[in-house]
């Protein structure tokens, strides 16, 4: 389909790029005249998408560009993943902005010229246009450097789609020693283009999972009698769980309990040995997180026990809540109304989605925030982690120019 490419409102008049090396346009107006490059960084990425912790080709292209850019300095934290760090020429804060870099593992259905080359991968959730904006971020900085004060930290993190997650593991490596305040930002197809949110507090939910095996004992299907059915006890687990939440659980405490996978039985005329259940869990509140295992375990026993059959029971935490500083989102809030105006803002709820950036937040203050990418005239209404997942370009403009707005108001010495 052809993306559409208007002119959005509060959208700079494009300069020409070739100014940029010069560092003769302002940051914020050298960023329209680098949209096109974005746009291109980002179509190269989604054609070559590669899964969590197998980013080998990625990373070498996000530290091929990199290299090229004068004034960084790289490193490889892990082998699929690269940090890179500018230091201004004046004195200020050292600042994080982190992109993520892996795709999924999803056969694209979308008819573009740039659609995924590897079958059974696809960058169905923006990290492809995360990385493009943050590469076009490094390149407006860099052109500045003269006049920059403080020190960026660009990270490009792998593996955020699978937990454990690469966030931590680049903690764990040093990526946050010595940082102030940390950013971030998610390209949102719920949100039309064009509108930022910035959420004051819990933003987004820990998505944790869980795994049970209903052991019972099979048989013939015309001879029930003589089995313990494991479809049928994991049935009636199936809607007692949901009981979890809606009887257990404050109705104003936000939690989703979710059965995904329902796996048992291999032909119509056989009861199995066994039925397997998985799902997620997602919370924001500490202890809802470790009440709720147990109250999911008594369940699960209770029911299995009745009718004769064992269980197994695995609950696995994955990542923190995305809490954003309500200090920094305030300011940065500010910042959006500055650059953009208030018509920009959107007010957003917390989403139940998951995201590791909380990890760099255990570090120092941090702001995760929304871009707008949904266009639904152009038909760019498809949800995240869908086949059909599409974003609309333009957001990767607003994106650069949010993130640098936000990165030279924070690299500001008294701030």
């Known amino acids: 389909m052809t993306l ?39 179509r190269q990425l989604h054609q070559r998408p590669e899964v ?9 292209f996000i530290f091929d560009t990199l290299s090229a850019i004068p004034g960084l300095t790289l490193s490889r934290p892990t082998r699929t993943s690269v940090v890179a760090e500018l230091r201004g020429a004046l004195p ?31 960058h169905a959730c923006g990290h492809d246009g995360h990385t493009a904006i943050v590469l076009g971020l490094a390149t407006l900085l860099a052109a500045h450097v003269d006049t920059l004060p403080g020190t960026v930290r660009f990270v490009f993190q792998h593996a955020e789609e699978l937990s454990p997650g ?12 010595g940082v102030a305040r940390v ?19 819990p933003a987004m939910a820990a998505p944790d999972n869980f795994q049970c095996t209903i052991v019972g004992k099979g048989g013939h299907a015309a001879m029930p009698h003589e089995c313990v059915d494991p479809i049928a006890i994991g049935a009636q687990i199936v809607t007692a769980l949901q009981q979890v939440v809606s009887r257990t659980v404050d109705p ?8 995904t996978q329902f796996i ?22 500490a202890s809802l997180r470790t009440s709720i295992p147990a109250q999911m375990e008594r369940v699960i026993k209770g029911i299995a026990e009745a009718f004769g059959a064992s269980y197994e029971f695995r609950y696995l935490q994955g990542y923190r809540p995305v809490v954003n500083d309500p200090a920094l989102s305030a300011r940065l809030t500010d910042v959006v109304r500055r650059t953009f105006g208030n018509d920009t803002l959107i007010e957003m709820r917390p989403t139940m989605g998951g995201e590791d950036f909380s990890a760099y937040q255990q570090r120092a203050p941090g702001v995760f925030a929304f871009v707008g990418a949904g266009n639904e005239a152009a038909g760019i209404i498809f949800p995240h982690h869908h086949p059909r997942f599409q974003i609309d370009e333009r957001s990767l403009d607003v994106g650069l120019r949010y993130l640098t707005a936000a990165t030279l108001d924070l690299l500001t010495p008294n701030a």
Do not use: K
């Open 264 to 285: 048992a039985g291999t032909a119509f005329n056989v009861i199995p040995n066994s039925a397997y259940l998985s799902g997620t869990v997602r919370t924001f509140d």
């Open 183 to 201: 950013i971030g930002l998610h390209l949102w197809a719920p949100m039309p283009v064009g509108r930022i949110g910035i959420l004051s507090g």
């Open 52 to 60: 969590a912790f197998h980013e080998v080709e990625t990373s070498q």
């Open 4 to 42: 559409v490419q208007t002119t959005l409102p509060g959208t700079p008049t494009p300069f020409a790029s070739s100014a940029l090396a010069g560092g003769t346009l302002a940051p914020l107006e050298a960023a329209a005249a680098l949209a096109p490059q974005v746009i291109q960084w980002r």
């Open 166 to 177: 690469g966030a931590e593991e680049l903690v764990q490596h040093g990526v946050m020693d």
């Open 92 to 122: 200020g804060h050292t600042i994080a902005v982190r992109a993520d870099i892996d795709g999924l593992p999803i056969h694209e259905e979308v008819d573009v010229a740039f659609r995924s080359t590897r079958d059974g991968a696809m």
């Open 252 to 259: 104003l405490d936000p939690v989703v309990l979710s059965v």
